[in-house]
């Protein structure tokens, strides 16, 4: 067997412990009762010990040396990357670290449960010092080991190939034009009438209402299946994709978008190829990729006129309600692009959602990179809430600094990629829209020509390329925000 097949064949080993994992953890999720709990976290953990022992042993590291000697084919030389490209990720960070991150990490998370309810600052800044050291161990390891700045080094575990250089100019950009688009529409917004759900709307019926929206989207449900959870996720592994949502019986309206949402996840990892499946050359690209379908599907499907024209007439049905005017498609249109300036991310609309991930891209680059300290972000927080949405946050802690889980356990490095996300989507709907009319497929109901399209240009092509070269091979240019202010635009003025 030569050192090429050997890897591919510890490539796949990983990847069986990998989808048990997934498993076990949308299960966890979606299923286990509470008393199963403890059993389970000692089971995971021993599971992620095991990989973690696959993807460091010692002999790889000849195995890759030989391999890259032999002569391989294109898309070989592409596997044999991404493969080393994992191993680098690692290997790097050497164990007793990646320990005491964990340790700090989850009791951070852990505490920081209780002390946003109650916005107990100085109780959480006392665990978070921690997880903020131990992340910028790590990010100089990293970064001394793959040349890269400190907090380029923690993009590229979710966007191999972004740097802040490109993430400054990008949301620099957004900066000089976002604050005025959001004033325009709040103006523009100002005399809507809208009607908002009143009454009961039964889980069971706003289920059947989600499969109807994911068959619509050509979900696959031979291969996944949509269940319910605290925080909706997409999971699994490509053959069997879990998603899941919350629902609220009074409100159908966010369930409803997360499944489009969490459709658009799957539909991506149901797209990946099949002659690299088990493989890290078939996996999704990165963090902002995936986010691009999640975001092609809720923001330029799922939001345009004409599905929620369709997102109206089913909802009529599942909910029996043909009269009722919350399901009128010019009200729900309101409904679902209705902008508003508001404290938390989660809660955003599509066009306030940039403003929040560059806050947050801001502070996190300059705590990785030492420019700033820990106790310092809570006012800086306060003054770049009030500059790009005229919100303080002055000793509101809960809502402003504490509201994400993302920092409590060090994911550094993560929240560019929405707003990349919702960028490339922007993109990707400007070159198709040279090549196939998509108003007139969604209206038709038939959405095929569009999935063939992601299909052709996104999800076939998993990790063969670098994401540069995916956007460029897609829509002809690296990316350009210029695409995403089109887009908002169109829609908000
Ligand atoms: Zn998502």
Redesign the pocket.
């Known amino acids: 067997m030569s050192h090429y097949d050997q890897l591919i064949a510890h490539y796949q080993t990983i990847h069986h412990f990998n989808h048990a994992q997934a498993m076990l953890g949308w299960d966890a999720a979606a299923n286990m009762p509470a008393g199963g709990s403890e059993a389970r976290s000692n089971a995971m953990a021993e599971l992620s010990v095991h990989v973690h022992r696959l993807s460091t042993q010692p002999q790889l590291e000849d195995w890759f040396g030989h391999a890259e000697q032999a002569p391989l084919t294109t898309e070989q030389q592409a596997s044999l990357r991404e493969m080393k490209r994992q191993w680098q990720q690692a290997t790097l960070v050497p164990e007793k670290l990646v320990q005491a991150q964990s340790i700090a990490g989850s009791k951070c998370e852990h505490t920081w449960r209780t002390q946003r309810q109650e916005n107990d600052w100085k109780g959480f800044e006392k665990n978070w010092k921690e997880v903020v050291a131990l992340s910028r161990e790590e990010a100089k390891i990293r970064g001394e080991a793959l040349g890269l700045t400190a907090y380029d080094a923690m993009l590229d575990k979710f966007e191999p190939g972004t740097t802040t250089s490109s993430l400054d100019m990008l949301f620099t950009d957004v900066k000089t034009w976002l604050p005025e688009l959001i004033e325009k529409a709040l103006e523009k917004q100002r005399s809507d009438s809208i009607i908002l759900p009143s009454g009961t709307f039964s889980t069971d019926r706003q289920k059947a209402l989600g499969l109807e929206v994911m068959k619509l989207l050509q979900f696959d449900f031979n291969h996944g299946r949509l269940d319910q959870s605290v925080h909706p ?2 999971g699994g592994v490509p053959s069997d994709v879990r998603i899941t949502t919350r629902y609220d019986e009074k409100d159908f309206v966010q369930a409803l978008m997360g499944i489009v ?2 459709t ?2 799957a539909r991506y990892e149901q797209g990946l190829p099949k002659a690299f499946s088990g493989l890290p050359v078939g996996e999704a690209r990165s963090m902002g990729i ?2 691009s379908q ?2 092609f599907f ?1 923001m330029q499907v799922g939001r345009s006129k004409s599905f929620i024209s369709h997102l109206s007439r089913l909802s009529m049905d599942a909910f029996n309600a043909h009269q009722d005017p919350v399901f009128a498609e010019e009200n729900l249109y309101k409904i679902y692009t209705q902008v508003e300036k508001g404290f938390i991310r989660v809660d955003a609309d599509e066009l306030t959602y940039p403003a929040h991930v560059i806050l947050r891209y801001e502070i996190e680059r300059d705590l990785i990179n030492g420019v700033i300290e820990h106790t310092d972000v809570p006012d800086i927080w306060d003054e770049k809430m009030k500059a790009s949405l005229g919100l303080s946050t002055q000793d509101n802690y809960k809502n402003g600094c504490m509201q994400d889980i993302h920092w409590t356990d060090g994911a550094f490095g993560y929240f560019p990629s ?1 707003t990349l ?1 919702a960028m490339y989507a922007a993109q990707y709907k400007a070159s198709m829209v040279k090549s196939l009319d998509l108003e007139v497929a969604i209206e038709s109901g038939d959405l095929s020509p569009i999935f063939q399209w992601l299909n052709d240009n996104i999800w076939s092509q998993a990790s063969l390329h670098s994401t540069d070269e995916l956007v460029k091979r897609a829509t002809g240019e690296t990316l350009n925000a210029a695409h995403f202010r089109k887009h908002l635009e169109g829609r908000y003025l």
Request: glycine share 16%; charged share 25%; hydrophobic share 15%.
């Open positions: 996720f997409c949402h969490e658009g996840h995936h986010e999640s975001l809720e929405y996300g």
